[in-house]
Nanobody, 111 residues
Framework: QVQLVESGGGLVQAGGSLRLSCAAS????????MAWFRQAPGNQRELVAS???????MYGDFVKGRFTISRDNAKNTIYLQMSSLKPEDTAVYYC?????WGQGTQVTVSS
């Protein structure tokens, strides 16, 4: 059974940083493509970043070098390091593998 558990969200001022974690079970994160999505109120869910099993990363256009996706194989966890946060980054951030989603973690950026 696949389970994805996000953590690390919170309230941060504009320009600040946060690191989100997604602990996975039932899969091996180094063997699959994992992704982070986000959804702000009234908006569609959008891709933030993905990491394939070759460790190739892709990012949404809005990231512009501010975020980094990575993984820790020993902990079977993927991360999203976010810096230079903006109020428009406020959203619920979700971890995704294939058709499986985590419960989400709220990120709120104050101006």
């Amino acid at each position: 059974q696949v389970q994805l558990v996000e953590s690390g969200g919170g309230l941060v001022q504009a320009g600040g940083s946060l690191r989100l974690s997604c602990a996975a079970s039932g899969i091996i994160v180094s063997s699959v493509t994992m992704a982070w999505f986000r959804q702000a109120p009234g908006n569609q869910r959008e891709l933030v970043a993905s990491l394939d099993y070759f460790a190739n990363a892709m990012y949404g256009d809005f990231v512009k070098g501010r975020f980094t996706i990575s993984r820790d194989n020993a902990k079977n966890t993927i991360y999203l390091q976010m810096s230079s946060l903006k109020p428009e980054d406020t959203a619920v951030y979700y971890c995704k593998y294939h058709t499986y989603w985590g419960q989400g973690t709220q990120v709120t950026v104050s101006s």
